[in-house]
Structure formats: structure tokens, C-alpha cells
């Protein structure tokens, strides 16, 4: 199987299915010395771990990482840092039923088609719990980019039709962390917790966004032509299961713009060069411009719902599907530390790339 490894300078490979003893991850190419905060490191998986809120499944993981390599008194060697997570709580009973059965708009038919075969427990390699081996590697990307005076920060801007009535200019992370569905708008939050409720109790689910901003990135990072860096961002992004868009800057709503609206001015400012609008989102040409990179994402309703469901088996015969289990109803609140793991690899791998090439 390919496809398990992302980045060039600073490379990662994620290994484990859902329901296998263990997942973990092969972080290369972090310099030497580093010193290494597993303060930090906790609190991302804690953010990311199933069963931390009501409004999440109930699975229980403590995803209490054991480094095995890489790392002596406190500081990273230079060599390869291998994170292991352990599986405590899989259920694979629940899945017994579903040997046979194709889930609606799950990843079985495209494993079977592809492989031949699959692990039906849990999604297997499929599942979203192979992501916390993301986040485990982008805790580290972000204890490099911190050096730099970089911080990566994201929020869930919408849930369902329920949106933020103003997206903030910098991201205040007491109010994001202040709400299990982590939105800083107090008012929308309430409101986006109450829709999940609803489709939790429907048996149902919702999809949502999340708002990502970068700030204090260098100008000058990016590879034109084919590794500019908002497509890397956006290769990380739509890499993150349930994900189905992604826009930088203005995204779609510029499409609507005139250009003499949609250019960004260039200024000044205490002697460095800036722009006083920021609708190309911190990105021009495929390198960074020194300005907030600010990008958004989209997932979709997570596909396992307890409302039955019209599909076929292996076999093409119809069957009614009433999933079992354990499920978010909504992935969104869980997938902002991911957005900013998988943000702060992409950025920390450009920054590397930069410096091998002496600039």
C-alpha cells in the first residue's frame, strides 16, 4: 500500500489500522537538539482523542504516546522520532455484521476495488483514527515552527447551516478551547452545539468548516511551480478524512470580485513590506507573502449513522444497513487540532526545504 508518507524535508509515515493493537507514526528530518515539550504533544491528542465531550463517540482512547526513537533527554537526535499509540478500547464485535456489507459513502467499495480486500473493523487504514498519528507528528512540526515565532491556530467557523456572523482576524485560543464544539463566538457555538444534539438524537449527522490562520510565517516559502504552497496546504487538507474543500484567501467568494477589489495593495510597515488587504490569504505565486495565511476547510457528515441505510453486499445484492458502533455526529470540533497538525507539517517542511537551499 502506498500513499502512507507526506512531506519532503520533513517527511512522516503513519502506520496501524483502527482496531490493531497500535498506530504510530516515523517522523524525519526534524533537526538536532531540538528540545522537545511534551506538554505540548499531550495536549494536541487530548484535543483530537475520542470521548472527550458529549458531542463526540464514546470511545475511549487515552492516546498517551510512547516514543521509541529519536529523542534523548529531552531533545530530539537528528534520527528518525517513532510515536507509538496504543488501541485500548476497539469494539471489533460491532463490526462482525458488516463482513459482507458495503457502507453508504465509506471507503469499502474503493478498498475492495482497489486491494481485493479491506479491514471492516472500524475502517481500517480508512478510519479517522489513524489521524492521531498526524497530530502526534504535527505537535513536533509545531514545537520547530514555535522557534521560529510561528503559530498555527484553527477554529470551526460553521456546523450545518450555523455560521460565525464575523470570521476574527487573529484567533483567540482561550475562546476556541472555551466550548467542546470549539467556536470562539460564543452565541454560534451555543447554537452549533444544540444542531448536534438534535442530529445525535436523530440518530443522524452534520458536517461543518474550519477556519485555519498561520501567523508570523517568513515570506519566501513555497516551491513554484508544481509545490507552490497552497497546494501542498491543500494536498494536507483533502488528505484529512471527510474532508471535501478547500479554499485560501478569498477562496469562491472572490470569483464574484473585480480585480481592482481583489488585488492587495503593497505597503509599508516598520520597514518591512506588507499588504493592506489580505484577500490572496498570505500566499502569491505559490510562496508565502509574510502575511497571515488564512484557508478554510470543509467536511462533509460523517457517513456512519444509526438511521437505516439502502446498499448491496460484496455480491451486489440489496441489503438495509442500521450501522453499529461508536460515531461522532459531527467531526468537526475534533478535527481542528488535525487542521493545524497537518498545517504546521506542511509549513515546517517548506521552512526546512528553505534552509537546505541556503535562503
Partial sequence: MGGNSFGKALCITTFGESHAPAMGVVIDGLPAGMAVDMDLLNSMLARRRPGQSHLSTARTETDAPQILSGVYDGRTLGSPIAVLLANTDQRSADYDSLQSVLRPSHADHTYMAKYGVRDPRGGGRASARET????AAGA?????LRNEGVSVNAYVSSVGAVS??????SVDTKAVEATPVRCP????????????EEVKAAGDSVGGTIRCVISGCPAGLGEPVFDRLEADLAKAMLSINATKGFEIGSGF????MRGSAHNDPFATEEGRIITTTNNSGGVQGGISNGMDIRFRVAFK????????????????QPQVLTAKGRHDPCVVPRAVPIVEAMAALVVAD??????MQGR
Avoid: N, W, Y
Fill in 132 to 135: 492521531a498519528c498526524r497530530v
Fill in 140 to 144: 513536533f512540526a509545531l514545537m520547530l
Fill in 164 to 169: 460565525m456572523k464575523e470570521e476574527p482576524l
Fill in 185 to 196: 463566538d460564543a452565541e454560534a457555538a451555543a447554537l452549533m452545539m444544540a444542531l448536534i
Fill in 253 to 256: 467568494a472572490g470569483t464574484t
Fill in 301 to 316: 457528515p460523517v457517513a456512519t449513522i444509526a438511521v437505516p441505510q439502502r446498499t448491496v453486499d460484496v455480491s451486489g
Fill in 350 to 355: 517548506h521552512l526546512l526545504r528553505q534552509r
